[in-house]
């Protein structure tokens, strides 16, 4: 037990000792979750400083304030804010929702516990916000005094007031979810999910009865109102058959359908002509919407890329309104109803920039450009808003000046120890894997070292995720992208990885065949990124690693396991070790039959340790919502019996996303510790 102690006391002094540096990559503010009022006079959003999270709001020439005062690192996120239709009410949720026991995310460990709570702030007044009701998704109805919610799978509606009792709007079968008030008010659009169906309900708030739309065997979502309010339309995809399982990989063919509410009478205006949905609706952040020019738009790749087209109500003239080769990921309609503003990755592949496109012609035009990327546009009034990051300046509300083509803070940020000087610019590299496929990554690199040094390949997670050359849009990216950071400034050379299965890239890319558990394809572009860091002049041929998370945990450990005369030692925050194994997480998205049990197993880093020789460090948090805390367990458990040099960093209670800033600070001090000590 003393050995024990003094091998505690060693590492956590390590610890202090380079916290400082860490503060100067790691402590950027990042802000999220914009919204404005209907007339664009008052704005709010939540500003996330070292995990202290609070609400920022804009009243009309007002300089913005905090109206919130959460001073603890606990792990709480707020979200959904939403303002009443005169603008002096905001509602917004605070925590996050159950795990499968029905557990709320509480990675402080709170003794209190966690829950979600939809709060109410007055934005006029000094008041302090007001603990409404357990639940989340509010909506607020049209007088600003009432407002509904989703909760358990039903939807309530509930007063201001604090400790309201709210009362459900209705009772349904199935999980009832997104309720959106038709123009004039008086109905309730919503989803009711069935398991292997779905419907389209429209509850009356004068007759107090559902209607149904167009019931079928089909899942229904994604409903939207005509700017009428007489007609919806929403996306129809099959059913789920006997036996069928998840499987992101593939596409799912989809409909765009159109219904009468009052006479039921239905249309299907456009199909696609392949398996192109699933990803296109499920990624975006506006999947489909009807805007007052009388126009339906929607996402779909049947072109090879995520594109947002465009068509008439009877299905006539369909439209690809954002065409050429890059994706779209979210569109605003402008107040007009005229134009959309998208933000996509063309004509400049290793970013994001805000482009201009009319719902009828088309015909893009590019809004901002450069070398920042600029995300989610969205408008307050006539006003264009985004989220604006560059290579050494996390992401923040902007507001774009259209005729300019440039961008201006609304909250300029007070900088503590975050140091902008020490950041150096990636560099766009490509190189090619064993079979051919270009590979796209961004070389972190400090140039004024002169010496050889060690390099670490850096592999995303999802995969479904492009990194980009500057301050991510993800939270979790953007803390991956500030250590590759930190690790260049130290004096080694980092290679991001986008390889195959990512997006970015077209369909095509994305759904390479036999990746994952099917084969692990994409693995031969970490050993090509590997190789790629060899042949430059600045790395230490003999001293490559690598790390990631998630998905970049899994072929962090391929590559550990794999090819030991490669890698050296690596760092596996949540990996997937396992395909084969059924933990009813993130594993299940692949729809793994038991007849491709074997090839799992087979394309899992687990599949053969003999070779494994380098030292790993694993981190985990053990309440983890998206990759089984036992995959880490089983690996652990068979590297030890392998005396493997293996080190382990447990997070209980913390989830996949890692809420804390401690959190964050405890995994990348660790991370460079190991680094030091393994390659240097």
């Known amino acids: 037990m003393k050995k024990i102690a003094t091998l505690c006391f060693i590492f956590i002094s390590s610890i202090g000792i380079s916290q400082t540096l860490l503060e100067q990559f790691l402590t950027h503010p990042t802000e999220s979750g914009f919204v404005a009022s209907k007339d664009g006079k008052n704005l709010a959003w939540v500003l996330n400083d070292r995990g202290k999270r609070n609400i920022v709001v804009k009243l009309g020439s007002e300089l913005p304030k905090l109206i919130t005062d959460y001073q603890q690192d606990d792990g709480q996120e707020i979200t959904q804010l939403a303002f009443s239709p005169n603008g002096l009410k905001l509602l917004f949720v605070r925590g996050g929702g159950p795990n499968r026991a029905g557990q709320n995310p509480n990675p402080a460990s709170m003794p209190e516990g966690a829950e979600q709570w939809i709060f109410f702030k007055d934005v006029g007044t000094k008041s302090a916000p007001a603990k409404i009701v357990a639940g989340n998704s509010p909506v607020f109805y ?3 005094l009432k407002f509904l919610f989703a909760k358990g799978g039903q939807i309530f509606e509930s007063t201001l007031e604090i400790n309201a009792e709210p009362k459900p709007l209705f009772l349904a079968r199935g999980h009832n979810y997104h ?9 309730v659009l919503f989803i009711s999910d069935r398991g292997d169906h779905s419907f389209i309900g429209v509850y009356s708030l004068i007759s107090k009865t559902i209607k149904w739309v167009a019931p079928d065997i089909t899942r229904d979502d994604l409903a939207v109102w005509s700017p009428d309010g007489k007609s919806v339309a929403f996306i129809r995809m099959p059913g789920v058959k006997i036996g069928e399982l998840e499987n992101f990989t593939n596409g799912t063919p989809f409909s765009v359908v159109v219904s009468e509410v009052e006479s039921n009478l239905t249309k299907v205006i456009w199909k696609s002509s392949a398996a192109d949905g699933g990803f296109a609706q499920g990624y975006s952040a506006t999947p489909l919407a009807w805007v007052t020019a009388n126009r339906i738009l929607f996402h779909s790749e049947h072109t090879g890329w995520n594109h947002v087209f465009s068509i008439n109500p009877d299905g006539s003239d369909l439209k690809d309104i954002t065409p050429g080769d890059g994706e779209v990921e979210s569109f605003v309609v402008d107040p007009a109803g005229q134009n959309i503003y998208f933000d996509g990755n063309r004509e400049d592949i290793n970013r994001r920039h805000i482009w201009k496109s009319n719902v009828i012609s088309g015909n893009p035009v590019a809004v901002t450009s450069g070398e920042g990327i600029e995300m989610y546009p969205t408008f307050g009034g006539n006003e264009l808003y985004c989220l604006k990051s560059t290579y050494n300046t996390a992401k923040v509300v902007a507001r774009i000046d259209e005729a300019k083509k440039a961008t201006v803070p609304l909250f300029p940020q007070k900088m503590t120890a975050f140091n902008t000087a020490l950041f150096a610019k990636p560099e766009a590299v490509t190189f090619k894997a064993a079979d051919g496929t270009l590979i796209h990554g961004q070389l972190f690199i400090n140039r004024s070292i002169p010496n050889k040094r060690a390099g670490i390949v850096y592999m995303h997670g999802g995969p479904t995720r492009q990194m980009l050359l500057g301050f991510h849009y993800s939270d979790y990216y953007s803390n991956a992208y500030a250590f590759n950071q930190l690790l260049a400034n130290q004096g080694y050379v980092v290679l991001s990885v986008n390889f195959r299965n990512g997006i970015g890239y077209g369909r095509d890319f994305r759904m390479t065949k036999n990746q994952g558990p099917r084969g692990a394809t994409e693995y031969q572009d970490i050993v090509a990124a590997g190789k790629y860091l060899q042949t430059l002049p600045e790395v230490e041929a003999t001293k490559i690693g690598l790390w990631g998370g998630s998905y970049g945990g899994y072929l962090t450990a391929m590559g550990l396991a794999r090819n030991p005369e490669l890698f050296k030692a690596g760092v596996d925050l949540h ?33 053969d340790l003999s070779k494994w020789t380098g030292p790993v460090l ?63």
């Open 618 to 680: 694993m981190v985990h948090g053990d309440d983890d919502r998206n990759v089984n805390f036992q995959q880490t367990v089983d690996l652990v458990e068979k590297l030890r019996a392998k005396n493997v040099t293996l080190e382990l960093l447990v997070l209980p209670d913390e989830v996949h996303g890692f809420l804390r800033y401690d959190s964050w600070s405890r995994i990348f001090t660790a991370s460079k510790d190991f680094f030091d000590r393994k390659l240097k």
């Open 575 to 607: 990996g997937v070790h396992d395909w084969s194994f059924d933990g009813q997480d993130a594993t299940n998205s692949w729809g793994i039959q038991k007849s491709e049990s074997d090839l799992a197993k087979k394309s899992s880093p687990v599949a």
């Open 142 to 144: 049209r007088d600003g």
């Open 179 to 187: 309720p959106q008030f038709s123009p004039n008010g008086n109905e």
